[in-house]
DNA sequence: GTCCGTCTTTGAAACGTTTTCACCGTAGAT
DNA sequence: ATCTACGGTGAAAACGTTTCAAAGACGGAC
């Protein structure tokens, strides 16, 4: 089963290999005769151009990759589809690839898109990975950090306020009436996490008359948020928040389970606040509040930065951030028995 | 920035490139101080090897690609999770990309793929492919269906047995009390949700006491279950089914959401069954019985039979059927009051 | 009838790699 | 000192495509 070549059509249509790439490429080139004879060896060959030919000649495939840690979470899941909206109006086509939280199997995956020529690569990641990715732009691979600030302005970036999210949720939770807070997550090394700590600490500062506990729960899964409530439960009432700011959605999720299940009334006796607004939010038979970064945003934003580093156009702005917002649900509305 | 290639190592390090290739491809062929030239001049220069050459010169790659539908829906990502280890095992690199359900972004990323030369596609589909498959390998490109039996004995699939799935969950709320059943999902063209209401009508016929009623509803995601939930509340009480066995976790999640807050009682005034037993069915505040297929074993299963395929090994069994286990939770514990 | 311009077609070169094969130098055996 | 074996090296060909320069075909204007 030798692979059929563009010259294999060319001979069946009996034209030069020249014409056929000419019909591929630049169809109005070729007249009609040659081009249905063309049509029709193609056809009936089963002809797939191979990339690997066109690459080498054109130095660069019409590819860009998307590397994140774990396309199953809804957070990157939904990133992946509005870039791959985005990229498809812009003729591009996206390859997807976990790390799986393992720099490892990201190191080895940034150099498998390198081989394969990508004209871009996006990545989201828990860790700092600038200087990676400076090494891979040296070598002629522009690349768009997704969901984390850069550090370097040489670095563009599309992100959420982290800190702003933090400060919304906290606000909110003092507002409606909680002052005994806890947030929850960690680690507290990766960027987000320690933005929407600084956003939500800086909130209660402001506010002086509450408290903030942190709870390192470095497992942002539901199984996590299931431990954490387990380990409230086990206090005495009194030592409880009567607010709580999950770092994501699952965490908060897992929390109000246990914590439900365990006889603490949501939100009469506990104001929870998540973050992501997933699709499991609004699901939940307590709607959880959210924070909702607007996504659909974040395609275009991403692609379109990507295409300036590409064709080497003047960035102004290499920094994009997003202001997320605050989605208000049963889960904190009526605390206190309001 | 011309790229760097073989050649510009060669030049540096001093030696041809026949050498370079050689320390790359079979280093045990290099001498020592050479290797260690070759290796300096690599680093420095940053040179990454052109996939495309070597591709090109070899006839494949060594990447395969897993088309989904969806890699955001729990189910998908855990089989791309556990294809993603098994490839990796295997030394292979798995691209993913997203289908979005449109058959005609499906067609384009198997060119795609084709085109890339992948040793070999995965696919997961909710339309049939198999006269589309049957056309790839003819020219070329192994594939293996993923998660819905094939219906040639040419093409290769993994599935997990929903008949019998759907046997199981009807069976189960048979056997808590109900007996106004609804079977809800859609579109019945699916062979998943074909064969799943195949299973429970059986099911229902064999025990003969009970009712069966099918509601179609395409949209299998939580929005879809709460469109459900609210027509099943705008019915007078006694025309409520007593039973509920949807198609899928998000469906069920979006019901129960409903109904619980529209004043019915789970379990006991309806129990629900869902199916995929996903991360929420768990999470939920009223913990979803689910069927669970065991995924972990579908990643060995499927890249196994792919490498099958692509090393022309002979196949005995091209479809491997995994059963799927019941997962009993409060949704139908205590159904009736019991 | 000749010339010119336009449109189409052609063949060859080039892209970056791997592999084959021939060659060279060295070491060990005679 | 000569021969043999062998491991390491280098030059060149091949993979499938696109592009480019040049040649060919054709029709219209003079």
């Not at 994501?248 to 246990?258: E, F, K, P, S, Y």
Request: charged fraction near 25%.
């Amino acid at each position: 089963m030798a692979r059929v070549g563009i010259r294999d059509v060319a001979v069946l249509a009996g034209v030069a290999v020249g014409t056929v790439s000419n019909y591929l490429n630049h169809p109005d080139r070729v007249s009609a005769d040659k081009a249905q004879r063309i049509r029709y060896a193609i056809d009936s060959l089963g002809f797939i151009p191979s990339n690997a030919g066109r690459q080498l000649r054109l130095g660069t495939s019409s590819v860009i990759g998307y590397l994140a840690p774990d396309v199953s979470n809804p957070y990157f899941a939904e990133i992946a589809e509005s870039v791959e909206r985005r990229a498809s109006e812009r003729g591009v086509t996206v390859f997807l690839a976990n790390s799986h939280r393992s720099q490892e199997r990201e190191d080895a995956y940034i150099e498998v898109f390198e081989q394969h020529r990508v004209q871009g690569l996006l990545m989201s990641s828990h860790v700092p990975v600038e200087d990676r990715l400076a090494r891979v732009r040296k070598r002629g691979t522009p690349s768009v950090l997704v969901g984390q600030r850069a550090r370097t302005s040489e670095q563009p970036s599309v992100s959420l306020d982290d800190v702003s999210g933090g400060r919304q949720a906290m606000s909110h939770l003092l507002d409606v009436g909680a002052r005994r807070i806890a947030f929850v997550g960690g680690p507290l090394g990766i960027p987000q996490v320690a933005d929407r700590l600084s956003g939500a600490s800086d909130a209660v500062r402001r506010f002086g008359a509450a408290t903030l506990e942190v709870i390192d729960q470095p497992d942002r899964t539901v199984r996590g948020g299931l431990d954490v409530g387990a380990a409230l439960l086990a206090r005495p009432a009194e030592m409880r928040p009567d607010g709580i700011f999950a770092v994501n959605d699952l965490l908060a999720l897992g929390i109000m389970q246990t914590l439900v299940l365990g006889g603490v009334a949501v939100p009469r006796d506990v104001a929870i606040v998540g973050y992501d607004d997933n699709e499991f939010a609004e699901a939940s038979l307590i709607p959880l509040t959210s924070i909702r970064g607007r996504h659909e945003g974040f395609g275009v934003a991403v692609v379109d930065l990507l295409f300036d580093a590409i064709e080497r156009r003047e960035i102004t702005e290499p920094h994009r951030m997003f202001e997320p917002d605050l989605v208000v649900r049963a889960s904190t509305e009526g605390f206190g028995g309001a």
